[in-house]
């Protein structure tokens, strides 16, 4: 008898243990499924506070002009004119630095940057001036006073005269100074806010890309039209 007692506490031994490791098991699935789940939400989270709103993050769109097969049949969006002084350079590099950056993504010409070594300097500016879609004039008091200066902004104005492919741009410049030849062009000030200023620029080449666009769409379509009258086929 004393066996079978021995062996039923055995029994119940072993029983227990069996239901220990069961018990450990299971907990040790349930904590894992709990983590897996917490790294979920907490990636899920991450990626909804990356964006305003608590909106996942979509990845930005260039807008359909920056795209167009007119753009690239020049080599620059936006010429840059200033000064040799060195805080007019200054102000031209952050200029460009802002249109050149994402979003925006625009082609700047800067003479300091872009001439090639060697060449003429008339030959060079006047073939960026040809090779632009928009002109930008820095105009300070070092632009009025310097001569070549004048010279490029004479270039601009046959090249596009009473366009909307020209924007004088003033900098600490009073309006009794600023050029004649330019009286008939709005201007904007960055004197009172750069950032400002600079986002008219860009606003300014997105519109003149867009009428490009869309001539370029207008023209598409007019000779798909004339292909198909000539088709015999409904140019409707």
Aim: overall charge neutral.
């Amino acid at each position: 008898m004393g066996r079978d007692l021995k062996k039923h506490d055995d029994l119940g031994n072993m029983q227990g243990w069996l239901q220990k490791l069961f018990k450990s098991r299971a907990t040790l699935s349930k904590e894992h499924n709990q983590e897996v789940t917490k790294n979920s939400v907490t990636s899920a989270s991450s990626s909804l506070s990356s964006s305003p709103g608590g909106t996942p993050s979509k990845p930005q769109c260039l807008p359909a002009a920056l795209a167009s097969e007119s753009r690239w049949k020049r080599n620059y969006d936006i010429f840059v004119c200033h000064s040799n002084a060195q805080s007019d350079i200054e102000e031209a590099t952050r200029l460009v630095s802002f249109l050149e950056a994402t979003p925006h993504s625009l082609r700047c010409f800067l003479w300091q940057r872009d001439t090639c070594p060697g060449g003429a300097m008339s030959t060079e500016f006047c073939q960026a001036v040809k090779d632009s879609h928009l002109w930008v004039l820095l105009i300070t008091p070092n632009f009025v006073q310097d001569s070549w200066c004048s010279y490029m902004m004479q270039q601009v104005l046959s090249e596009g005269p009473m366009s909307n492919r020209l924007i004088p741009l003033l900098h600490s410049l009073s309006h009794s100074q600023y050029p004649q030849e330019l009286k008939y062009f709005y201007y904007i000030d960055l004197s009172k806010n750069p950032d400002r200023g600079y986002t008219l620029v860009n606003r300014a080449v997105l519109k003149l890309l867009e009428d490009l666009l869309k001539k370029e769409m207008t023209h598409n379509f007019n000779m798909n039209g004339s292909n198909s009258g000539l088709d015999g086929e409904d140019g409707s």
